[in-house]
């Protein structure tokens, strides 16, 4: 049972390059996340999808896309990167709010934009 | 502006000792908190949670209290051992979050020392 998995770990783009990160999870959750890590700030939401179809909006999505086509799939897209995107990206999964039992993350993917 | 703050980075305890970790919340809408434990070059694991009509939960050597009234939660680990040594995250849920989205502290850093 591989839970999240992200892919790719590490990243290194030039700015102004484009990429997707790609998240898959096997659990049959029906909400998925894309977090941010950066120092001194914590882990801060981008984006989150509540099913299939679906995405929304978190503290810091400018500069991001997602989508949702699959169910245990969530693509979080950078169009034109820059410098401030460099951080670790962790995507999480979880249940619907019945139950409650708190996220599942992948083990992250650490993103350099020169 | 930070609605979940750790207000200490870091923290060194004695093996065998106490360790009590700290959170404060802004927002009284939050109704669900959680506690995530993170090593190094992987994504944060569900560590323990509480809800809001509880002021206490306790899971082996852990346990969190809950605080409504000062809007304070704090992890208790009893005893700590040296694999306990990781980075702690609290985070907080309110239930009007129809997408189940967490909101984190910057998270401390514990050592404890062998």
């Known amino acids: 049972n591989a839970g999240v998995t992200q892919t790719p770990k590490f990243r290194v783009l030039k700015t102004g390059q484009s990429m997707t990160l790609l998240c898959a999870q096997d659990?049959?959750?029906?909400?998925m996340y894309w977090y941010r890590q950066d120092p001194g700030m914590g882990l801060r939401l981008i984006h989150y999808?509540?099913?299939?179809?679906?995405?929304a909006k978190g503290e810091v999505p400018d500069g991001y896309n997602v989508s949702r086509l699959k169910k245990q799939n969530f693509l979080l897209g950078l169009e034109s990167a820059a410098p401030s995107q460099t951080s670790v990206y962790f995507c999480?999964?979880?249940?619907?709010?019945?139950?409650?039992?708190?996220?599942?993350f992948g083990s992250g993917t650490r993103l350099t934009v020169v | 502006d930070q609605q979940v703050k750790q207000n200490s980075p870091s923290l060194s305890v004695q093996e065998g000792r106490i360790s009590i970790l700290n959170c404060d919340y802004t927002?009284?809408?939050?109704?669900?908190f959680l506690w995530y434990k993170k090593y190094p070059a992987e994504g944060p694991t569900f560590l323990i949670s509480?809800?809001?009509?509880?002021d206490k939960n306790e899971d082996g050597r852990f346990t969190v209290f809950l605080n409504k009234s000062a809007k304070h939660l704090s992890l208790h680990i009893v005893p700590s051992q040296p694999g306990d040594s990781a980075v702690y995250f609290c985070?907080?849920?309110?239930?009007?979050?129809?997408?189940?989205?967490?909101?984190f502290g910057t998270g401390t850093s514990l050592t404890v020392i062998p």
């Open positions: 999808s509540v099913g299939e179809g679906t995405t």
């Open positions: 999480a999964s979880s249940y619907s709010r019945v139950g409650n039992y708190g996220y599942t």
């Open positions: 927002n009284s809408m939050f109704d669900y």
């Open positions: 659990m049959n959750h029906e909400y």
């Open positions: 985070a907080a849920s309110a239930r009007e979050n129809t997408g189940n989205q967490f909101y």
């Open positions: 509480i809800s809001s009509i509880k």
